[in-house]
């Protein structure tokens, strides 16, 4: 599977922001789809995944309650709506797909699909 984020952008602190994922390949709605950050000089975090059917989802406790993620198979799209952001959001968003590692007890994440990132910039 391929994938293409965008929607990223310049917002002030307080405002909003959706991006979306578009994705190639038939087997899209098989796959788990995440959301991942990457701010400057820090390792490359989880934000927020999504069953494949859209029933479950989980989020990083840095997010929760102001994003929300959402997919829709037929468009072969997934979404991260993002309010009340904060300067600390700021960072280049990452769309991926199909779990590798997942270990919250470790803070170990991996996809084995990524795509191209695009940038959430958030002024305070």
């Known amino acids: 599977v391929q994938l293409q984020a965008s929607g990223g952008g310049l917002v002030q602190a307080g405002g909003s922001l959706r991006l979306s994922c578009a994705a190639s390949?038939?087997?899209?709605?098989?796959?788990?789809m995440g959301w991942f950050r990457q701010a400057p000089g820090k390792e490359r975090e989880f934000v927020a995944d999504?069953?494949?059917?859209?029933?479950?989802?989980s989020y990083a406790d840095s997010v929760k309650d102001r994003f929300t993620i959402s997919r829709d198979n037929a468009e072969n799209t997934v979404y991260l709506q993002m309010n009340s952001l904060k300067s600390e959001d700021t960072a280049v968003y990452y769309c991926?797909?199909?779990?590798?590692?997942?270990?919250?007890?470790?803070?170990?994440?991996?996809?084995?699909?990524w795509g191209k990132g695009t940038q959430v910039t958030v002024s305070s």
């Open positions: 991926a797909a199909d779990w590798k590692t997942y270990s919250p007890s470790t803070g170990a994440y991996d996809m084995n699909y």
């Open positions: 999504i069953s494949w059917s859209g029933g479950s989802t």
């Open positions: 390949g038939r087997t899209f709605n098989r796959y788990v």
